[in-house]
């Protein structure tokens, strides 16, 4: 039991005479409002700082070899869940970009002994270094570890140590056979043959030969230890609850599609930025919030905070399971008929009432939601419960009664997770105990009348001394002199002091006005506040001795009744849970079908055939923020594989003549400006967002599964990491060509721009090349290009396999300004284009047209292949005709044999007059002067 916390002295004591309730300065200004619809709301409000961050803390532990091998483990305390990953070889920084990207962990815990560059790409992420990186994910505390918390064996121990309430997947058959041998095992004597039972149950569904991973596991599990250790004694009950592990289950990254931070940027799938709001930022808020992507479009369409969490999982994890994609796209057809819009409306509106109950259980384990503390009435754990036990039957019971429900999968799992009779019994629980009204009032969380007898009679005391309050002031004056009467203000109670009589303060000495004199009694004097002073007196010890301190007394048994209510709910925790996360996946599902709805986008058909058939695609944002967009096609197909198994809707020869007729690899040239990146990324989009079972922007879309999106599009560039911009694109490439698969899809945008042409037209054909030399194991690829010199020496030339696109433009070179001669079509049209049109495009954004006429006209000559040095030293006309004069001037120099002046010239005046002569005649080539008049032979 809590002990009650002793009030602040009233603000205006002489105005609460009456008041047997709390001093207002402890009841909340807003406990009569509170936003319900705040999406962040997880009833921090009455959480501590330390029990907020505790519930969202994120614990990553990744592990390397210098080899590439790769380990991993996280923790999620509000899940009280452990993941492992599987060990992944051949791993680089891309990877581990990735991971922080899909667990976004508040601490990363990696070893001493881990390689320099890893250290120091974690360094750069952490807080206080490079923060919010490429607003992708918040910072988080960076620990080093010992090595040796990273061991295998110490690892492997700790989660044969774990009691786990929630196992993770595993298979039954062999579940059962193992639990046979553990029961046997644990009837023997012997320990090991114990040990061995668990080690076999383990591995039913933990990967025990991740050896990094399990080695990652035990420090997130040392890690755990040491917070408790340092937060809780050793017997605190808290201790028990606290960062505990309730289930254990494997992830890969690898068992949906793929899609690396890279990719993510580049097609703005997830891109947050910095909240305007600066008190939104710091380390319990991640400070950013969701700027323009796909994912924004979606983003605030989810009522629930569970919802936007899941919401965010579908879009980092897209899936390749076809039967889960056509799920989801069952279910949005289902919500988008006509007849279902309103109650769509009305259910994503009921749903805008629950909130994540995982923090609200959490809060109830704790025991802070008491009635001792100040709270906010609307949204505490009480109220959030019993909202969300009566919204969650009605949702449920809405669900039923749409037409044609009972088909559709998410509608049905609903349902049946969903327990009426749990639900209903939480909310009677908490309607029968809790007195919001009261409540509200108080600021504190107050028991019904009726509940218990005894605290009945407390309140009813309590209550009725507001008459006595009158009658004793009134019986007090009486017994003083007529003089003093004046200076007694009131008689007040509070809370632990008791009973006290209020006298007006004498402001020049300092006292009480009046302080017992001539009535044999002592006044002692308490405390002195806004013009007061307060005294305990005999009259006001007899009333503390008959009442005690009743307000703590019924503090006290609320308490106890409030504990027992918190017992009772928590037998139906796992009711409440899984009621809850079902409500997030049909609030994520809500979110689709309302986006889908709003955009007016179309179903995709999903085929296992390794083909992208789009008709009249669109760029989802850009689309947004045009006047008006122009549609393209885009039909592209993959590699067979070693083995024909391709199945779905056409039979595998048909397949094989799409795969002829229609290429694996489509290269795109146009102007700039023309529409080049955005037809890439729009088709990537579209592919994307076929994978979480959306809905799509084209007239028709017929998607084959895809397992990776691969992109070198955006140079993520920062002064913290030492590389330079061309060796990102490097990397980004070399990514694509190590990972890519026949059933990926890799977009290139503009490689090799970043060094020498020639540099750089190379590289871009080698990689072309390289992927569709694959043969049967050619992935899709969609690139583009200015290198129009590959073309020109046919370096790439067009084969069943590659194909050639442009961006059409229409060209008039007569329009009187620069920026109509070129107007850009933005229709995909077969065939490259000619020329870039770069000079014109420089014009339109403010190059000097003298500028551009000249590149216009080195441009002309490279291309007449002409030698650029000797076009450059080709003279004109007049420095033709200027360099002959000066040739004749010379000659005529040359010729001259030149004297020495005649003797009667002494003079050093006259012997400069005499050769200055001989210049000026040749120089003026004066032909009849003879040579004996300029001293030559």
């Not at 890279?262 to 600066?278: A, C, G, K, R, W």
């Not at 007049?878 to 040739?887: G, H, V």
Request: glycine share 8%.
């Amino acid at each position: 039991m809590q002990p009650y916390q002793s009030s602040p002295l009233p603000q205006h004591p002489q105005r609460r005479r009456l008041s047997l309730r709390p001093p207002s300065s402890q009841i909340p200004s807003n406990n009569s409002t509170h936003p319900e619809d705040d999406d962040n709301s997880r009833v921090d409000d009455v959480l501590s700082d330390e029990d907020a961050d505790a519930l969202r803390e994120i614990i990553l532990a990744i592990d390397m070899k210098e080899n590439g091998s790769l380990g991993c483990a996280y923790y999620i305390a509000i899940d009280e869940t452990l993941f492992l990953l599987e060990d992944i070889a051949m791993s680089g920084m891309d990877l581990v970009e990735t991971l922080l990207l899909h667990v976004n962990p508040t601490t990363v815990l990696i070893s001493a002994r881990a390689p320099e560059k890893l250290a120091d790409y974690l360094a750069r992420g952490a807080q206080g270094v490079d923060g919010n990186r490429d607003g992708q994910h918040s910072a988080y505390i960076l620990r080093n570890l010992n090595s040796a918390d990273f061991r295998y064996e110490a690892g492997k121990g700790k989660l044969l140590a774990l009691n786990l309430q929630t196992p993770g997947p595993q298979s039954v058959l062999f579940t059962s056979v193992i639990d046979d041998i553990v029961d046997e095992a644990d009837n023997n004597a012997g320990h090991e043959s114990s040990r061995q039972g668990r080690l076999m149950r383990l591995g039913t569904s933990i990967n025990l030969d991740s050896r990094l991973t399990i080695g990652c596991a035990g420090a997130v599990m040392g890690d755990l230890q040491r917070r408790r250790t340092v937060n809780y004694l050793p017997n605190d009950p808290d201790a028990l609850i606290a960062f505990r592990i309730r289930s254990v289950e494997m992830f890969a990254l690898f068992d949906s599609m793929f899609i690396n931070a890279d990719t993510l940027v580049s097609l703005q799938i997830l891109q947050s930025e910095y909240h305007p709001n600066s008190h939104l930022r710091g380390p319990s808020n991640s400070g950013a919030k969701e700027s323009l992507s796909v994912y924004g479009l979606f983003q605030h369409l989810a009522r629930t905070p569970q919802g936007k969490l899941k919401l965010r999982q579908i879009f980092l994890r897209p899936s390749t399971n076809i039967d889960l994609i056509y799920a989801r796209q069952k279910t949005i057809s289902f919500l988008l008929r006509p007849g279902n819009s309103e109650a769509l409306v009305q259910l994503s509106n009921e749903l805008k009432k629950v909130k994540n109950m995982k923090s609200v259980v959490a809060l109830l384990e704790k025991g802070v939601d008491i009635p001792g503390r100040k709270i906010s009435i609307a949204s505490n754990v009480w109220a959030s419960l019993q909202r969300f036990a009566a919204y969650g039957i009605r949702i449920g019971e809405s669900l039923q009664t749409l037409s044609g429900s009972e088909n559709i999968e998410i509608i049905r799992k609903v349902i049946s997770v969903i327990q009426p009779l749990a639900l209903r019994q939480v909310g009677e629980l908490i309607s029968q105990t809790i007195d919001f009204d009261q409540s509200m009032e108080r600021g504190r969380i107050a028991v019904r009348q009726g509940v218990d007898a005894a605290l009945d009679e407390l309140k009813r005391s309590y209550d009725g001394m507001e008459h006595l309050l009158t009658n004793v002031i009134a019986k007090l004056r009486s017994e003083l002199p007529e003089w003093a009467r004046k200076y007694i203000q009131n008689c007040i109670f509070f809370p632990q002091l008791g009973f006290l009589t209020v006298v007006s303060l004498n402001p020049e000495t300092g006292k009480g006005d009046y302080n017992g004199e001539g009535v044999g009694d002592v006044w002692e004097r308490m405390f002195v506040a806004e013009g007061c002073v307060y005294y305990k007196n005999r009259q006001m010890k007899e009333m503390d001795e008959h009442f005690g301190d009743a307000y703590c007394m019924i503090i006290d048994r609320e308490i106890e009744i409030i504990h027992e209510l918190a017992v009772k709910v928590l037998a139906q925790r796992e009711a409440i849970i899984v009621a809850s996360d079902v409500l997030g996946e049909l609030d994520s599902l809500f979110a689709l079908a309302i986006g889908c709805g709003q955009y007016n986008w179309v179903a995709p058909k999903m085929t296992t055939q390794n083909i992208i058939n789009i008709e009249g695609g669109r760029h989802p944002l850009q689309e947004l923020v045009v006047p008006s967009f122009i549609a393209n096609d885009c039909f592209l197909a993959g590699g067979l594989g070693e083995e024909n198994d391709e199945g779905g809707d056409e039979s595998p020869r048909e397949f094989e003549q799409n795969s002829i007729e229609h290429p694996s690899t489509l290269v795109l040239t146009g102007p700039n400006h023309s529409g080049k990146s955005i037809y890439l990324k729009q088709t990537a989009l579209i592919v994307y967002l076929a994978h979480i079972g959306c809905f799509v922007p084209a007239e028709r879309a017929r998607i084959g599964i895809t397992d990776r999106i691969l992109t070198r599009i955006a140079t993520r560039e920062s002064v913290a990491k030492s590389e330079s911009a061309f060796s990102i694109d490097l990397r980004q490439v070399a990514f694509a060509v190590n990972f890519a698969t026949r059933r990926s899809l890799v977009l290139i945008d503009e490689f090799g721009k970043g060094t020498n042409s020639l540099d750089g037209a190379g590289l871009v054909t080698a990689v072309l090349d390289h992927f569709t030399s694959l043969g049967p194991e050619r992935p899709k690829v969609l690139a583009a290009t200015h290198f129009h010199e590959i073309f020109e020496g046919r370096y790439l030339v067009e084969t069943p396999e590659l194909a050639f696109g442009h961006m059409e433009i229409r060209v008039d070179f007569d329009a009187p300004t620069m920026e109509d001669q070129v107007t850009h079509l933005f229709q995909l049209a077969p065939g490259r284009s000619v020329s870039s049109f770069g000079s014109r495009c420089a014009a339109m954004n403010g190059i000097d047209e003298a500028v551009v006429q000249r590149a216009e006209l080195i441009m002309l000559m490279i291309v007449n292949n002409e030698d650029l040095e000797v076009v450059c030293t080709r003279l004109s006309d007049a420095e033709t005709q200027k360099l002959e004069e000066a040739e004749a001037v010379a000659r005529a120099f040359l010729e001259q044999d030149i004297k020495a002046p005649p003797s009667g010239r002494k003079g050093g005046k006259d012997i400069d007059g005499w050769y200055k002569g001989i210049l000026e005649r040749v120089l003026v080539g004066d032909e009849s002067t003879s040579g004996s008049n300029l001293g030559v032979n």
